[in-house]
Structure formats: C-alpha cells, structure tokens
C-alpha cells in the first residue's frame, strides 16, 4: 500500500501510529496501577535479600582501619611463624593512632574477635596504651607493642589480620560451613566444635517429619470436611480456622504447660496407667516437643489447601467407579486420591517452607536439642551481633530452599500445585 492509501484514524494521523501510541499508555496505566506492590516487593523483599547477601562477604573495617597495615602486611610471609617486622609495627602504630581517636579500633577488635578468640579485648588494651606512643621518639615499635602485650608477638594474631585483610571474604561462609583458613589452607573445624552442619541437618529432617505429620493429620481432616454437608462442613471448618485467632505465642507456651513431665498429658497418662508416675515421659526440650508444638502450629496450612483441591473432585466420580464394581477402597485409591494429590502438594510446599524458616516455637519448647538453624540466625543477629555469620547462615538456608524447591519442580512439577 502506498503512502497516499495508508488509513488514518479520525484526527488525521496514521492508524498504525495511533495504535502503537493508544498501548503505551495502557502499558503505562499498567505500571502505574502496580507500582506501588513492586515498590513494596521492592523494600520488604529484595532489598532485605540483597543487603544480607552483601553482609554475608562484607569485610571493609580491617582495611579501613587499618589502612597502611594492610598494606605492609601483604608482603609477610605468615609460614615463617615470626611476627611481622618493624615496617609493620610502626604502620600499626600510626593507624592505631588515628583508629582510637574514632573509637573505631573496637569495632574491629570484634570483627577479628570472630575468627580468633581474644583478639577484642587485645584490641581494647592496646588501644588505651597506645594514646601515650610518641610516633616521633619511639625506637623500636615492635619492642613497644610486645611491651603492651606480649599476644602481638604472636603470629597466628597476624595471620588472622591478614587473612581477613581483603574488602570481601569467604570467613563468613567457611563459618557457616564448620571450615577455617589457616597457614595450612582451608579446613575442617576440631570435631567438637561443628554444629552448624548438624544443625543444617536437624532442621530439614524435623520439617520433613512435621511436613508428614501434618499429611497424616490433615488428609483425613480435609475428606471428612469435604464430605460432610455444607453447615456442618462450615461449622467444623471455624475449629481449623480458630488457631489463626490466638497468638502464636500463646499457642507455643500453652505446648510448653502441655507437655512437661508434670503437665497436663503426662498427668492424665499416669492417671489412666499408661505410665508410672515415676518414669513420665520427657516431651519438652527436645525434638519430639518441637514437632508436637510445630504440628498443631502447622497444621491448618495443610488441611486448607487440601480442602479447597478435595471440595473440586465431582462426588460422581466415585459413585461411578463403584457402579463399575470397585469398592470402597479401590474407589478412592485409583479415583479420588489422585485428583487430591495437588492439594498434598501445595500443602506440602505450605508447611515445609514455613518449618525451616520457623524460630520461635523451637526456642520455647525445643530446648537444645530441638531447634533449627533460624536460631542460631537469630542468636548471631539479635545477640552475638556477629551480623555476617548470621546472613551467611540466612543466605545458605535461602539456597538450600531454592534447590529443594528446584527438586520439587523437576520431580513432581510445580504445576501439579493447585489451591483449588
């Protein structure tokens, strides 16, 4: 078509401008109207993932308070197992100067403090002995540093100033992972001191059990709500819904009176003679709490999702394959459970994502040997302050999460998940 046959719209231009012109504004109507979830999204989901993969390998305090250590430091050789030489003394002296003035000499001392124990409160000592060095007149820096403390003769104390010397490091992670560097390279921790591992562990194994258990718990409970009829259904349905009513908090510590060995369970146990009064049964402080507690807790977050699957499947459909000769249990084997399969998925998704993420309940009713990895994440930002170790922590659980969800993708499909 040429030029003098293009079609125009009513204000003269092209039909095809106008066109192209009339979908960028819907597509920036569009935006618009979504802005502000994305910006939402924005804060409160991917910024706090951003910042805490950042803090899992920040490390900018040892070379920014100690500048020109750093930079005599590169070239000691830490395998000779001597101290540096005067040339690093005296950068030391000079940056310890400047750091006490700023106060900031104490914030590095924690940060090492975390690799190698002690390195704080040399840190503070030092500190308080170095205001008095006259940069001028001193003749041998390191005679002076042994003087205020004999650790600095130490090499393992440079090592660790120097292995932690970069803008970025691994520390954090290698933590996280029960491993350290030293003059050897990279290596395993002293057996007795690995607990992130078995905690690691312990936490994908209690929400693989409390992911069960609430199957077991809820499949039933969602059949006999769906079958049931409608008021009947609805008036059961509140019992599920209540717990969504009361504190999270509540529910846990009334758990706790529960299930101690002078609780209500244990006392209604002897009392009809299931145990003696001498050997009550221990249900608090270890795994078994944590995955009563957490199974109640989660519970609801499996039969909802089932429900709404369950309420879908024609009840024709086994009426039809009983009329065909199946029995009950055939019937609802090779015709009703499949199509409720989805709904075990979703529910599934529901309950394990929650249970690894899960703290508060573990640390009320899981004692020592029931608590999960978030809290030890949850110690190290609130208590220990050892920010970065905990967002390794956090960043490593976040990845264990994504390919368990990538398995669950590739085995089952994701597309199976339905919520009704």
């Known amino acids: 078509m040429s030029n003098s046959e293009t079609v125009l719209a009513n204000d003269g231009t092209s039909l095809k401008a106008s066109l192209a012109k009339s979908l960028r504004r819907q597509k920036i109507r569009a935006l618009l109207l979504i802005a502000p979830l994305l910006l939402f999204v924005l804060l409160t989901f991917i910024a706090p993932i951003v910042d805490m993969l950042f803090r899992s390998v920040e490390n900018s305090i040892v070379q920014e308070t100690l500048p020109e250590t750093v930079q005599q430091l590169a070239s000691w050789d830490s395998t000779t197992g001597e101290a540096p030489d005067e040339l690093v003394f005296a950068a030391l002296a000079r940056d310890l100067k400047v750091a006490v003035a700023s106060k900031s000499h104490t914030k590095l001392g924690s940060r090492l403090n975390y690799e190698q124990t002690g390195i704080?409160?040399?840190?503070?000592?030092?500190?308080?002995?170095?205001?008095?060095?006259?940069?001028?007149?001193?003749?041998?820096?390191?005679?002076?540093?042994?003087?205020?403390?004999?650790?600095?003769?130490?090499?393992?104390?440079?090592?660790?100033?120097?292995?932690?010397?970069?803008?970025?490091?691994?520390?954090?992670?290698?933590?996280?992972a029960d491993l350290e560097r030293s003059t050897e390279g990279v290596q395993a921790v002293p057996e007795d001191e690995k607990i992130y591992f078995k905690l690691f562990l312990r936490t994908?194994?209690?929400?693989?059990?409390?992911?069960?258990?609430?199957?077991?718990?809820?499949?039933?409970?969602?059949?006999?709500?769906?079958?049931?009829?409608?008021?009947?259904?609805?008036?059961?349905?509140?019992?599920?819904?209540?717990?969504?009513?009361?504190?999270?908090?509540?529910?846990?510590?009334?758990?706790?009176?529960?299930?101690?060995?002078?609780?209500?369970?244990?006392?209604?146990?002897?009392?009809?003679?299931?145990?003696?009064?001498?050997?009550r049964l221990e249900l608090i402080n270890n795994v078994t709490g944590t995955v009563i507690a957490m199974t109640h807790i989660l519970l609801p977050f499996m039969i909802l999702p089932l429900f709404s699957v369950m309420k879908t499947i024609p009840p024709t459909y086994m009426r039809a394959a009983k009329s065909m000769g199946a029995n009950d249990f055939t019937a609802f084997r090779r015709v009703y459970f499949p199509q409720s399969i989805p709904g075990i998925g979703a529910g599934s998704i529901l309950c394990f994502i929650l249970a690894i993420g899960y703290y508060i309940t573990p640390e009320i009713v899981g004692g020592t040997k029931g608590v999960f990895i978030s809290n030890r994440i949850a110690y190290h930002i609130s208590s220990s302050l050892?920010?970065?170790?905990?967002?390794?922590?956090?960043?490593?659980?976040?990845?264990?999460?994504?390919?368990?969800?990538?398995?669950?993708?590739?085995f089952v499909g994701i597309d199976n998940v339905k919520l009704g």
């Open 120 to 176: 704080s409160s040399l840190f503070r000592q030092t500190g308080r002995k170095v205001k008095k060095l006259d940069l001028e007149n001193t003749p041998s820096f390191k005679d002076a540093f042994f003087k205020m403390n004999k650790k600095w003769n130490d090499p393992t104390i440079w090592t660790t100033i120097q292995n932690f010397s970069g803008k970025y490091t691994d520390g954090y992670f290698l933590a996280a």
């Open 204 to 279: 994908l194994q209690m929400s693989l059990t409390i992911t069960v258990m609430c199957i077991l718990l809820g499949y039933p409970i969602a059949f006999l709500l769906a079958t049931l009829p409608l008021r009947t259904s609805n008036m059961l349905m509140i019992l599920v819904l209540l717990p969504f009513w009361t504190s999270l908090l509540v529910r846990t510590s009334a758990w706790k009176v529960l299930l101690q060995q002078q609780g209500v369970i244990n006392d209604f146990l002897v009392f009809v003679g299931i145990v003696a009064d001498d050997n």
């Open 386 to 410: 050892n920010w970065g170790l905990g967002a390794a922590l956090g960043a490593i659980l976040l990845v264990v999460v994504l390919m368990l969800y990538w398995l669950y993708d590739k």
